[in-house]
């Protein structure tokens, strides 16, 4: 299922990111707004973005810059409550192939909050500020690169894309991939072997890969095929893994 292949939780496991899902805002009281007819009606915060975000003035953008050289970018976009709060959303991208590997809101934060939220997130990405239109490009650009191999969108999008501005022209593909050409980097030996025969039925060999701990570094799929490589050898004793990490978790703590 392609659309489980976008849940791969395990393998995003920067700092941000885990700490991003562990203060998500979907728990925040409902709000009120009163329609028309002055009743007063609830939103939840989904209902509320999907239906009204793109009424909200765009404040702020950023894009982080600190795991460039792995093709993850950060992009931020904020908008702007009438009454001065915010609700921003956080998308984490690859550029290289992947496209959105995970996207978050943040809903109705007060300026105090905001602020916390973006010295946080900076302080693990390296946060540039961005104009809109560059931020914009980077989202659905990537999406669209990933899409070009049958990577699909990852569920979170489903809410978070209502945070930007609707994608209403053809988004050049010059800037992402690496030298021409879809690049997946592979953290694991599961990874590939999920997403290298989503890509292959897309496009053949026509892409660079990368497994972490396998390969030399970038190879041409033409080149070497990915499935010259037998990862039996690879399987380790997962009892005697987390022994290991026990011990070396109480040593940095002594």
């Not at 562990?22 to 709000?31: A, D, E, G, N, V």
């Not at 190879?219 to 050898?233: I, K, L, N, Q, T």
Request: charge should be negative; charged fraction near 35%.
């Amino acid at each position: 299922d392609r659309s489980v292949s976008r849940g791969l939780g395990d393998v995003y496991k920067r700092q941000f990111q885990k700490w991003i899902l562990s203060h998500s805002t979907k728990s925040i009281s409902k709000i009120m707004i009163k329609n028309k007819a002055q009743k007063q009606k609830l939103l939840s915060p989904e209902a509320y973005i999907k239906e009204k975000a793109r009424q909200l003035p765009i404040v702020e953008c950023y894009i982080g810059t600190k795991w460039d050289y792995m093709g993850e970018k950060t992009v931020i976009v904020t908008r702007q409550h009438p009454q001065g709060h915010f609700t921003m959303g956080v998308y984490l991208v690859d550029i290289y192939c992947k496209g959105l590997l995970h996207s978050e809101y943040f809903f109705n934060m007060n300026h105090d909050d905001y602020e916390m939220m973006v010295k946080r997130i900076d302080m693990d990405e390296d946060l540039k500020k961005a104009a809109y239109a560059d931020a914009h490009k980077l989202v659905y650009g990537a999406i669209d690169f990933a899409e070009a191999v049958g990577i699909d969108s990852e569920d979170s999008f489903d809410i978070t894309k209502y945070i930007l501005d609707e994608k209403k022209e053809e988004i050049p593909f010059a800037e992402f991939g690496r030298n021409g050409k879809h690049y997946l980097r592979a953290d694991t030996d599961e990874e590939a072997e999920l997403y290298i025969p989503i890509i292959m039925e897309a496009i053949g060999t026509d892409f660079t890969y990368s497994i972490e701990g396998v390969t030399d570094g970038e190879v041409d799929a033409a080149e070497v095929p990915f499935g010259d490589f037998d990862f039996s050898e690879l399987n380790y004793d997962e009892e005697e893994f987390d022994k290991m990490f026990e011990k070396l978790n109480r040593e940095s703590q002594d």
